[in-house]
Nanobody, 116 residues
């Protein structure tokens, strides 16, 4: 069956870095646009970053521009989110998303906590 499995979350101090990974299986990865969303406590889910099928075009929320980088490895069915200069307001559950052909798949989420 379709699975998106996130990893790489954890506790980090302000100014630190984390790299999230999301491995897809059960579907043909390459044609899907891949995105990372996040949801902080008491808030709605927001789009953080997205990357098109080839990886040539990316889009970022204003709040993370210049600090986060999304990339994908279609050979490994994996999308990444490199997060640098982390701030306490980046604390959230981060979700991987795949969209194409009318399908919309979600991972289970990984917790990122930025705190001293």
């Amino acid at each position: 069956q379709v699975q998106l499995v996130e990893s790489g979350g954890g506790l980090v101090q302000p100014g630190g870095s984390l790299r999230l990974s999301c491995a897809g299986s059960g579907f043909i990865f390459r044609p899907y646009a891949m995105s990372w969303y996040r949801q902080a406590p008491g808030k709605g889910r927001e789009l953080v970053a997205s990357v098109v099928t080839s990886g040539g075009s990316t889009n970022y929320a204003d709040s993370v521009k210049g600090r986060f980088t999304i990339s994908r490895d279609n050979a490994k069915n994996t999308v990444f989110l490199q997060m640098n200069s982390l701030k306490p307001e980046d604390t959230a559950v981060y979700y991987c998303n795949a969209q194409s052909f009318g399908n919309n798949y979600w991972g289970q989420g990984t917790q990122v906590t930025v705190s001293s």
